[in-house]
């Protein structure tokens, strides 16, 4: 049942406001302002190091959450892709834990990894949304991201709730080794309560991207930019792009840049800037000048404030709500979604079920 959308994917980028409050309930119970896990001594400050593995959408998640244990905790983390990971047969360090992260819980690759960490690390942690899968079964600890069913292929309200709960993790850890205070760990339990509404204000802008969307859907290539949280984003936002409207698609880091892909900005090179108005802002609009300065056509994601301040010389904006600097990439997740999506649309491509893909990765 599409609940009277067009497709699977739409439904499920709509339903995000709702099964991520699901998601945050569940961890973040009403009342307090502390991450609760369910039947778990789990305590970060015995931990020293963390290794997070998985695939495609999901490993894009693990990026972003690298950024918060890293910033929030002061937890060094240790990313990988499942495929590379498995046979690179890493060491694993005392007082490691292992998180692997999947949607359907059954991609060969995250669960072979798994096993390799098995006996290894001090614990194996997953974030799954099927609880009965094998990665949740050979799991210590299981966090489900209770997003519900996702049926259309390309990853969506997964991504984000996965997101949700990392985060939610990386406070846990933060408690635990005494990296924030109670002010600190009060400020982002209520953002994150706040969340859902932020994500609404986000999905208004859907007329606005669907109409940016129509512009792009004759670009043969297209660039994703962003830094610190917003460089796994744009990993994400490419991702997405590529696989359901056909478009070749690169991200890169901001600073990246100049290092090489910026020969291949002309006037046919529309370039998706995702940047809220941040501690790292300038140093992106600066980025995003010297694409302009080729003719590159630059399609800046940002709130109220960073809009009006670059908004000289741009192809089109669009229009963020404020944000929590940690949140951004939760709410950042729902145009690169929706700039996918309308792309695809206005392609005429199967967007639930594209070319050459499966919902579940089950032979590597
Ligand atoms: C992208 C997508 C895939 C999956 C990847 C991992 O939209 O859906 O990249 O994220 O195959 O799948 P899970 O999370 O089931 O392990």
């Not at 005392?94 to 690390?121: H, I, M, N, P």
């Not at 600890?141 to 949700?164: D, M, Y």
């Not at 670059?310 to 669009?318: D, K």
């Amino acid at each position: 049942d599409k609940g009277g959308h067009r497709h699977f994917m739409a439904k499920e980028i709509a339903e995000q406001p709702t099964v991520i409050a699901e998601s945050i309930r569940h961890y973040l119970p009403a009342g307090g302002d502390s991450v609760i896990l369910p039947d778990t001594d789990l305590d970060f400050a015995a931990v020293d190091r963390l290794t997070m593995v998985a695939c495609g959408t999901a490993f894009y998640a693990c990026l972003t959450a690298k950024y918060w244990f890293e910033q929030l905790a002061r937890l060094p983390v240790e990313v990988d892709i499942a495929s590379e990971f498995r046979y690179r047969e890493p060491p694993i360090p005392a007082r490691s834990l292992a998180l692997f992260v999947s949607q359907s819980g059954e991609t060969a690759d995250t669960l072979a990894a798994l096993r390799y960490c098995a006996g290894k690390a001090d614990r194996i942690l997953s974030v799954v949304n099927v609880p009965e899968s094998s990665i949740a079964r050979e799991s210590d600890l299981a966090l489900q991201i209770h997003a519900g069913p996702e049926i259309g292929v390309a990853s969506t309200k997964a991504f984000t709730c996965q997101l949700a709960v990392l985060l939610m993790l990386a406070l846990k850890a933060a408690a635990d080794r005494g990296t924030l205070s109670a002010d600190q760990l009060a400020d982002h339990a209520a953002a994150l309560r706040g969340l859902p509404s932020v994500l609404n204000a986000a999905l208004d802008q859907n007329d606005a991207i669907r109409s940016a969307a129509g512009r792009l859907a004759q670009s043969r290539d297209m660039l994703f930019l962003g830094r610190g949280l917003m460089y796994p984003l744009a990993l994400e936002g490419a991702l997405k792009l590529k696989e359901i409207s056909y478009i070749h698609a690169e991200a890169y880091a901001s600073g990246e840049l100049k290092h090489g892909p910026i020969a291949l900005i002309d006037d046919q090179m529309p370039v998706v800037v995702f940047a809220p108005r941040d501690r790292l802002f300038d140093k992106t609009v600066s980025n995003m000048q010297e694409v302009m300065a080729r003719k590159g056509k630059v399609i800046l994601v940002s709130d109220a404030d960073g809009i009006a301040e670059a908004a000289e010389g741009l192809w089109a904006g669009i229009h963020m709500p404020h944000v929590h600097e940690s949140l951004a990439p939760i709410v950042y997740a729902v145009p690169a979604q929706l700039l996918a999506y309308h792309t695809a649309v206005a392609k005429g491509t199967d967007v639930d079920q594209p070319r050459n893909l499966a919902k579940s990765v089950t032979v590597e």
